[in-house]
């Protein structure tokens, strides 16, 4: 079977550090993605990441190790536009279709 | 930038009623995607093609069909829509080579009386 769990909500204070966890358990891995989806919008494309390790794009980061099935997304700086969801999703075996993670709703205070 | 287009944003319909929604993408991507986007359940994939005429079923196909015709519209058909097929719909598209990040459209929030 195909598992991606991730925690439906988090809070931060603007100018905090957050990092959001993503485990999967997948048919085979081919990548895991990160998405950002404002609320009533479509899903934006953030991350990502095929081999172990750390990728960095500006104040966004994404961690992957594969051995663990674990990922984080570690958002710096944070800002108030930062509030939304944000999906972990994984490619598995076979053709391109992601398997999406539920979504983590984070919510950025003053 | 990639242009993923939906027919329509907000759309009622009523139970037993055959539903289009249609896609349509600017950027010569291979593949297609359709998924329905529920609370407490996230992004669930209908169905995805990756060429003209070529569709394969997703996890959730029941109830839907789809259609690719043309290599830039990809459409979804409820062929007699239900109330539980009340959700938010949302087409992507996506490269067939590189990280294949798929592109996503604006979404159809179809509601079923």
């Known amino acids: 079977g195909q598992n991606i769990d991730q925690p439906t909500e988090m809070t931060a204070t603007e100018g905090a550090i957050v990092q959001i966890n993503c485990t999967y358990q997948?048919?085979?891995?081919?990548?895991l993605f990160w998405y950002q989806q404002h609320a009533g919008e479509a899903p934006t494309f953030l991350s990502y990441?095929?081999?172990?390790g750390l990728e960095e794009k500006g104040r966004f980061s994404s961690f992957l190790s594969r051995s663990k099935g674990y990922s984080y997304l570690l958002l710096k700086e944070l800002q108030m536009k930062d509030s939304a969801s944000y999906l972990c999703?994984?490619?598995?075996?076979?053709?391109?279709?992601?398997?999406f993670g539920t979504g983590t709703r984070l919510l950025v205070s003053p | 930038d990639v242009k993923v287009t939906q027919s329509s944003r907000y759309l009622v319909k009523r139970t037993g009623e055959k539903v289009f929604l249609e896609c349509v993408q600017d950027?010569?991507?291979?593949?297609m995607f359709w998924y329905r986007q529920d609370p407490g359940l996230g992004l669930r994939l209908i169905y995805f093609?990756?060429?003209?005429?070529?569709?394969e079923k997703g996890d959730i196909p029941e109830g839907y069909s789809v259609s690719r015709e043309k290599k830039e519209r990809f459409s979804l058909i409820l062929e007699s829509a239900s109330t539980n097929q009340t959700s938010m719909y949302l087409c992507?598209?996506?490269?067939?080579?590189?990280?294949?990040?798929?592109?996503f459209g604006p979404g159809t929030r179809l509601t079923v009386l």
């Open positions: 997948t048919s085979g891995f081919n990548g």
């Open positions: 950027m010569d991507h291979e593949n």
């Open positions: 093609s990756y060429d003209v005429k070529m569709k």
């Open positions: 990441n095929v081999l172990d």
């Open positions: 992507a598209t996506g490269p067939g080579g590189g990280t294949n990040e798929q592109f």
């Open positions: 999703a994984v490619r598995g075996t076979g053709f391109q279709k992601l398997v």
